[in-house]
Nanobody, 127 residues
Framework: QVQLVESGGDLVQPGGSLRLSCAASGRTLDYYTVGWFRQAPGKQREGVSCILQRGGRLYYADSVAGRFSISRDNDNNAVYLQMDNLRPQDTAVYYC????????????????????WGKGTLVTVSS
């Protein structure tokens, strides 16, 4: 089992940037596909971006493509989500999860074991 902790959430103005971190312990994160998800108030959790295991492909939801960028830091056993040009509709709790998906299914919650999720970090985009 891998333990995940998200950080980096904050209050930011529209057009601003944040970098979220997903730090892992217990297992080597590069062995897993890692997904970033978010849940806005009153809405279902949705996939934002994911990166396949062992340096595999990257995927983005249409709503964030061109603004968000996912990357790995194997030296620090972490995955990052760089978020630029933030919009009020990006406001949500952001979660990372580790799993074994091998295609763009990595944007779907059901491909991640319930025990391989972090507790989330809050991003608020507001002026």
């Amino acid at each position: 089992q891998v333990q995940l902790v998200e950080s980096g959430g904050d209050l930011v103005q529209p057009g601003g940037s944040l970098r979220l971190s997903c730090a892992a312990s217990g297992r080597t994160l590069d062995y897993y596909t890692v997904g970033w998800f978010r849940q806005a108030p009153g809405k279902q959790r949705e996939g934002v971006s994911c990166i396949l295991q062992r340096g595999g492909r990257l995927y983005y939801a249409d709503s964030v493509a061109g603004r968000f960028s996912i990357s790995r830091d194997n030296d620090n056993n972490a995955v990052y989500l760089q978020m630029d040009n933030l919009r009020p509709q990006d406001t949500a709790v952001y979660y990372c999860a580790a799993g074994g998906a091998t295609t763009n299914n990595c944007l779907l919650e059901r491909y991640y074991h319930k025990d391989n999720w972090g507790k989330g970090t809050l991003v608020t985009v507001s002026s």
